[in-house]
């Protein structure tokens, strides 16, 4: 019987949880739900044959080495910080490893012994980073083919709420992990624009916006998502003047969320001692440039933000709690963490409500060697969630995940070492099995 160790029950977590249970029942593995809330991991397992829940300490690395030893592949869906060590165990017994997360250097570095010792280590096989990535590079390679050459490539991902969703003053909601929100764009942006480079530190990030047409959706906005210029040799993209990678939101989510970091409250590294017997207005009082009485915080903030006091951004931050008396009662010792408690409660998802995830790549595209006139590419991805049941982004984030797992236990991949989803040997294989499990992917091509 072939076993498959999944690591983490959360948000991002279901729909992997499901689609692995359901292959497992037809072909007789073994799905063991590994998180340290056993209750939690319990209710994904749902009372599946095929599948156990197990309490799992993803610090406690003695564990982790002996649980990971029982399986045949390893389906990583914890937080970042963890791929490393994940990786590492895995090549240790010998075993797969599937990651959803950003490749970490301590697992690169781990190529050549996981070469030796027969294992693939596959890193960012989510959404974001994952479907976009195979997506784009999919795309690089069919206009190649043809002799066309890109010049300007953009790409922008989200998940926000579908527009028959919007049921906050902030158009947004929490269906991942809040923390990666709170913490989003902390380290700022660089990109390439008409060859040259474009750096934005982080304070001037969500100032740093542009209209983005989604087919079928209308108007979102974009900002620009961590360093767009390192994946020129990711994509194969050599002779590009334009390479803007960025992440969208609905229209004024930015301009609220500028005030937001404005304030320092997206700050991870800062202690503040106990936290959670702490207001948020307290926290917030804390950031300003000067002590004042607990009743003028907000006035305060107002005009350190430099804020209409009646406007909607003013509106929007005492939505999301920031100048609340109540104690917090939340885990962590940082504004971050804070930050992500209140995400969490104000920004969740209401029952009727659905989320939507979408990525649109768009590349302007010439064509040297013959007499084709350039033209623009755009390519678009809309998957909306169901009420009451699955979201779009579970869906997206955990399908290919999933359907990695299934390939490797199958024998459909047989490739081993580190490696990343844009290789063509897995790239064109998992979009395939996307579209036939009903993800839509468009294609439109314009003049230039």
């Known amino acids: 019987m072939r076993r498959i160790l999944i690591l983490g029950a959360g948000r991002s977590a279901p729909y992997l949880i499901q689609r692995l249970l359901e292959s497992a029942a037809v072909n007789d593995w073994q799905v063991t739900v590994a998180d340290r809330d056993?209750?939690?991991?319990?209710?994904?397992?749902?009372?599946?044959?095929?599948?156990?829940?197990?309490?799992?300490?993803a610090s406690d690395e003695q564990q982790m080495a002996g649980w990971i030893g029982t399986a045949d592949v390893v389906a990583n869906v914890l937080a970042p910080v963890f791929q490393g060590r994940v990786a590492r165990l895995c090549v240790e017994a010998g075993v797969h490893m599937v990651s959803v997360s950003?490749?970490?250097?301590?697992?690169?570095?781990?190529?050549?012994?996981?070469?030796?010792?027969?294992?693939?280590?596959?890193?960012?096989?989510?959404?974001?980073?994952?479907?976009?990535?195979?997506?784009?590079?999919?795309?690089?390679?069919?206009?190649?083919?043809?002799?066309?050459?890109?010049?300007?490539?953009?790409?922008?991902?989200?998940?926000?709420?579908?527009?028959?969703?919007?049921?906050?003053?902030?158009?947004?909601?929490?269906?991942?992990?809040?923390?990666?929100?709170?913490?989003?764009?902390?380290?700022?942006?660089?990109?390439?624009?008409?060859?040259?480079?474009?750096?934005?530190?982080?304070?001037?990030?969500?100032?740093?916006?542009?209209?983005?047409?989604?087919?079928g959706v209308g108007r979102l906005e974009g900002y620009p998502n961590r360093d767009s210029i390192s994946y020129l040799e990711h994509f194969g993209l050599n002779g590009v003047h334009t390479m803007i990678r960025g992440t969208l939101r609905h229209p004024g989510f930015c301009e609220t969320w500028s005030k937001v970091v404005n304030l320092g409250l997206t700050n991870d590294t800062i202690r503040i001692q106990n936290l959670g017997d702490r207001s948020p207005r307290e926290v917030v009082e804390m950031f300003l440039p000067i002590p004042v009485p607990p009743d003028r915080v907000e006035a305060a903030a107002t005009l350190f933000l430099e804020l209409n006091p009646t406007g909607r951004q003013m509106d929007n931050l005492r939505f999301l709690g920031l100048f609340d008396d109540e104690p917090t009662r939340c885990a962590g010792d940082t504004a971050a963490a804070m930050l992500s408690h209140l995400l969490e409660t104000r920004l969740a998802p209401l029952p009727e409500s659905r989320d939507m995830v979408t990525i649109v790549h768009e590349m302007e595209v010439e064509f040297p060697e013959t007499d084709r006139a350039p033209e623009r590419q755009i390519f678009t991805m809309v998957e909306y969630g169901e009420p009451l049941r699955m979201s779009a982004m579970a869906k997206t984030v955990g399908l290919p995940a999933a359907v990695a797992v299934e390939m490797l236990l199958t024998g459909e991949i047989e490739l081993r070492g580190c490696l990343l989803p844009n290789h063509p040997d897995i790239c064109k294989s998992i979009l395939e099995h996307l579209r036939v499990e009903g993800l839509e992917f468009k294609e439109r091509i314009e003049p230039l």
């Open 38 to 57: 056993l209750e939690y991991a319990e209710s994904r397992v749902a009372g599946h044959p095929n599948g156990r829940a197990i309490a799992l300490d």
């Open 102 to 215: 950003y490749l970490q250097n301590e697992t690169r570095n781990l190529d050549s012994w996981a070469r030796q010792r027969g294992v693939l280590l596959l890193a960012e096989m989510g959404l974001d980073p994952g479907i976009d990535h195979m997506m784009a590079a999919e795309a690089v390679r069919a206009t190649n083919k043809t002799g066309g050459m890109v010049r300007a490539f953009r790409s922008f991902g989200s998940g926000v709420p579908a527009p028959d969703s919007l049921s906050n003053p902030l158009q947004y909601l929490v269906t991942w992990n809040p923390w990666n929100v709170a913490t989003s764009g902390g380290a700022g942006a660089q990109y390439l624009l008409d060859g040259r480079i474009r750096i934005v530190p982080q304070n001037r990030l969500f100032h740093h916006t542009w209209p983005v047409e989604v087919e």
